[in-house]
């Protein structure tokens, strides 16, 4: 039986376990950690996951090439290029990430494998008290990246080493607009709502 909704389609499809699954309450209740909002998928080909996914009833999703701004993995500052799909399965993000270049970050997950799922993304606040905990605890910090422009607006995005006990790494993102938490959904929805008009548009 087919299921309903367009997350479901989502996960089946790429054989991808829910993060419910993967990031029990135990684990975030120990570290203060709200309920995760992103899959975060590797891929081979983040364009034709992301037209595979939007046919099961996603997104549309957001296809780019983003220079890896602030990019540190293991603590050595690199220069790279991600390949990322971003969009909505329902309520929830759904994140595509493919090769790239500069890092294998991304694909070293994949060992042969279409997509697979590569972490639980957490937006929250205070991600240098909750990164303290789980680095203390075991998890050392595998990237971070992002971007301050000054006091008014900051992007920090860190991943930590969760694979032994999770099975997946564990995304922070703090995100934060003049000392408020910033929500990056409205403008992907709107985004993603003229990207649809376009394309209704362009039809024969």
Same mark, same amino acid.
């Given at each position: 039986?087919?299921?309903?909704?367009?997350?479901?389609?989502?996960?089946?499809?790429?054989?991808?376990?829910?993060?419910?699954?993967?990031?029990?309450?135990?684990?975030?209740?120990?570290?203060?950690?709200?309920?995760?909002?992103?899959?975060?998928?590797?891929?081979?080909?983040?364009?034709?996951?992301?037209?595979?996914?939007?046919?099961?009833?996603?997104?549309?999703?957001?296809?780019?090439?983003?220079?890896?701004?602030?990019?540190?993995?293991?603590?050595?500052?690199?220069?790279?290029?991600?390949?990322?799909?971003?969009?909505?399965?329902?309520?929830?993000?759904?994140?595509?990430?493919?090769?790239?270049?500069?890092?294998?970050?991304?694909?070293?997950?994949?060992?042969?494998?279409?997509?697979?799922?590569?972490?639980?993304?957490?937006?929250?606040?205070?991600?240098?008290?909750?990164?303290?905990? $789980?680095?203390?605890?075991?998890?050392?910090?595998?990237?971070?990246?992002?971007?301050?422009?000054?006091?008014?607006?900051?992007?920090?995005?860190?991943?930590?080493?969760?694979?032994?006990?999770?099975?997946?790494?564990?995304?922070?993102?703090?995100?934060?607009? $003049?000392?408020?938490?910033?929500?990056?959904?409205?403008?992907?929805?709107?985004?993603?709502?003229?990207?649809?008009?376009?394309?209704?548009?362009?039809?024969?």
């Amino acid at each position: 039986m087919a299921s309903a909704d367009p997350l479901s389609r989502v996960l089946e499809r790429f054989e991808v376990p829910t993060l419910a699954s993967r990031l029990p309450d135990r684990f975030r209740d120990t570290y203060g950690l709200v309920a995760p909002q992103q899959y975060g998928i590797a891929c081979r080909d983040v364009r034709r996951c992301c037209a595979i996914a939007e046919s099961l009833g996603a997104g549309p999703f957001l296809v780019a090439r983003i220079p890896a701004t602030g990019w540190q993995e293991r603590g050595e500052p690199r220069r790279c290029t991600l390949s990322v799909g971003l969009g909505y399965a329902g309520n929830t993000q759904v994140e595509f990430l493919g090769p790239g270049r500069g890092t294998d970050f991304y694909s070293s997950v994949l060992d042969g494998a279409e997509a697979r799922l590569h972490h639980a993304g957490i937006y929250q606040r205070g991600v240098g008290r909750i990164g303290a905990e $789980l680095v203390a605890a075991g998890y050392p910090e595998a990237v971070r990246g992002g971007v301050s422009l000054g006091p008014g607006l900051s992007f920090d995005y860190r991943y930590y080493d969760t694979r032994a006990e999770l099975g997946i790494y564990l995304e922070i993102l703090d995100f934060t607009a $003049l000392g408020r938490p910033l929500s990056i959904e409205p403008a992907v929805r709107a985004w993603a709502a003229a990207l649809r008009t376009k394309r209704r548009f362009a039809r024969p």
